[in-house]
């Protein structure tokens, strides 16, 4: 009787564990594939709340109908795009209108008409984050910023990377196709300076690649490839101007390179030089946690021989 306990509290912990493991590998399919499609841009906020009565008016951007006001006179969408490593959400709720025939949960697309604007000749748009409202001003830079959106699943080749699993899962035109264990930095948490040892977490694309023999020291940890990504991405670059670490004309000089998918400085204070590479021997998640190179992506070297032809330049990388 005390062994079947004990055989049954150890296929407990055994379920428990392998519950615990597959939650992060959850992530992979919310955040490429979320219940709401993404939005590619937004339209720019109207600059003006008075419009010609009967005028029609469209939707900021992709999304789906959450409510429709009392005599449809109001309208509100809900908004899901991705930026840098993370997968936002917005509403834009617009009042002063007749004619609303949109419908709670249905799809609208970028521009799509919503209804028309009031005799009053009077209508709002306005941006909410969670519970707080964007102010106009905030509304117009948030619209302005967000032209034109990333959208990750119809990407050629898409690599997706997760910090928390260990894991990095490869997609073409959404489709998964490889799925490989990783390790990271030496040290816990996101890249932020040169020298800390950490991974980032972001948006990047590849930039550089090599196989073959590398010189120096510590060229065999190259596992004989090498993939480079742009670190650092605008956001780094955002987060440097407010750390006092760049100015604004290299964090612009910084975005700039990265939107074209070029190479970004890596001659800052964030550092530079990470990439995706092999080992210079076999590894396991058991004995090193993952914690094995000083910021760059590490694969076990069969894994990393049979990514590297898959993987052309300018791919997207995104680490979260």
Same mark, same amino acid.
């Given at each position: ?27 992979? $399919? ?9 939005? $590619?841009?937004? @339209?720019?906020?109207? /600059? ?16 789906? #109908? ?17 930026? *840098? ?7 834009? @709720? ?5 004619? #609303? ?29 969670? $519970? ?24 050629? #080749? ?7 699993? *260990? ?16 390790? %990271?930095?030496?040290? @816990?948490?996101?890249?932020? #300076? ?10 990047? %694309? ?15 940890? %190259? ?12 956001? &780094? ?9 760049? /100015?604004?004309?290299?964090? $612009? ?28 021997? @076999? ?19 069969? &894994? ?15 680490? %979260?």
């Amino acid at each position: 009787m005390l062994r079947s306990a004990r055989w049954l509290l150890l296929l407990a912990c055994l379920l428990s564990a392998l519950a615990g493991r597959a939650a992060p590998a959850e992530s992979f $399919d919310t955040w490429l594939r979320p219940a709401l499609p993404a939005a $590619d841009g937004f @339209e720019p906020l109207p /600059t003006s709340e008075r419009a010609k009565p009967g005028s029609e008016v469209r939707a900021l951007a992709r999304g789906r #109908v959450v409510s429709v006001g009392e005599g449809g006179h109001a309208v509100t969408l809900e908004h899901l795009f991705h930026e *840098n490593h993370e997968l936002r959400r917005v509403r834009s @709720e617009y009042t002063g209108l007749e004619g #609303v025939t949109r419908r709670v949960g249905e799809l609208v697309e970028r521009g799509q008409e919503l209804g028309r604007v009031g005799s009053g000749g009077s209508r709002g748009v306005t941006l909410s984050e969670g $519970d707080s409202p964007l102010s106009a001003a905030e509304a117009r830079r948030f619209t302005a910023a967000r032209g034109r959106l990333p959208l990750p699943a119809e990407e050629p #080749v898409l690599l997706l990377i997760s910090h928390e699993a *260990n894991e990095l899962r490869m997609y073409e035109r959404g489709r998964e196709v490889l799925r490989a264990e990783v390790g %990271f930095g030496q040290a @816990e948490g996101r890249k932020r #300076v040169r020298g800390d040892n950490r991974t980032p977490q972001g948006m990047y %694309f590849v930039v550089e690649k090599y196989r073959g023999e590398f010189p120096g020291p510590y060229g065999a940890f %190259f596992g004989g490839h090498w993939m480079r990504l742009n670190y650092p991405n605008t956001w &780094d670059a955002d987060w440097g101007v407010a750390e006092g670490l760049l /100015t604004p004309e290299v964090r $612009d000089r910084i975005a700039r390179a990265w939107e074209a998918r070029r190479q970004t400085s890596s001659s800052t204070k964030l550092g530079g030089g990470i990439g995706l590479h092999g080992w210079a021997g @076999e590894w396991s998640l058991a004995q090193s946690g993952g914690r094995l190179s000083w910021g760059c992506i590490v694969l076990h070297t069969p &894994d990393i021989a049979a990514l590297y032809g898959r993987v052309p330049p300018g791919t997207m990388v995104v680490l %979260f």
